[in-house]
Antibody
């Protein structure tokens, strides 16, 4: 059974970078796509981006100038870096496994989430 | 971006009642729609994909329907464990976008 676990600092200062790690067990990250989603206070959900099995990336255009998704296949981990954070980046960040067919896209396994607060 | 308009924002249902949640897309998403349930303090769980396909392990009281721009999730017989926030997600076009969520409570 695949399991995902986010880790990273819970508090980040404005203008600094947010770095999160997603550790995956029970499934290789060289298969499927692996991505990040965040949930803001008040329930709004936002798709951040993902990395495919071939390591190509797709990012939300609203964040494209500030984000990077990378991976370490030897550790079966993938990472999110979000630069120049503001208080509006305060959210719970989830990592998830996804797959795409000719007809649909789905995220079928999620981590428990990492709460990140941006504050001085 | 494709806008997903989800309704209602909140819903209160009695035990055994049938409830429906709607999502309308701002353009045709060709059934590329998933439904998720998120219980308090937990991560989202996939219920339905490709508009009407039931994810393995999900109770059969959950069903999805729709096409084009209009989609719905139906729970046939509300159970206490169905309380939570429900989201739709379109995967037709980048960036993928979520509905605003429906908070479902038992009456």
């Amino acid at each position: 059974e695949v399991q995902l676990q986010e880790s990273g600092p819970g508090l980040v200062k404005p203008s600094q970078s947010l770095s999160l790690t997603c550790s995956v067990t029970g499934y290789s990250i060289t298969s499927n796509s692996w991505g990040w989603i965040r949930k803001f206070p008040g329930n709004k959900m936002e798709w951040i981006g993902h990395m495919s099995s071939s390591a190509s990336t797709s990012y939300n255009p609203s964040l494209i100038r500030r984000i990077s998704i990378t991976r370490d296949t030897s550790k079966n981990q993938f990472f999110l870096q979000l630069n120049s954070v503001t208080t509006e980046d305060t959210a719970t960040y989830y990592c998830a496994r996804s797959y795409t067919t000719d007809y649909y896209y789905v995220m079928d396994a999620w981590g428990q989430g990492a709460s990140v607060t941006v504050s001085s | 971006d494709i806008q997903m308009t989800q309704s209602p924002p909140s819903l209160s249902a009695s035990l055994g009642e049938t409830v429906s949640i709607e999502c309308r897309a701002s353009e045709d998403i060709y059934s590329n729609l998933a439904w998720y349930q998120q219980k308090s303090g937990k991560s989202p769980q996939l219920l339905i994909y490709y508009a009407s396909s039931l994810q393995d392990g999900v109770p059969s009281r959950f069903s999805g329907s729709g096409s084009g721009t209009q989609y719905s999730l139906k729970i046939s017989g509300m159970q206490p464990e169905d309380e939570g926030v429900y989201y739709c997600l379109q995967g037709s076009k980048y960036p993928f976008t979520f509905g605003s969520g429906t908070k479902l409570e038992i009456k």
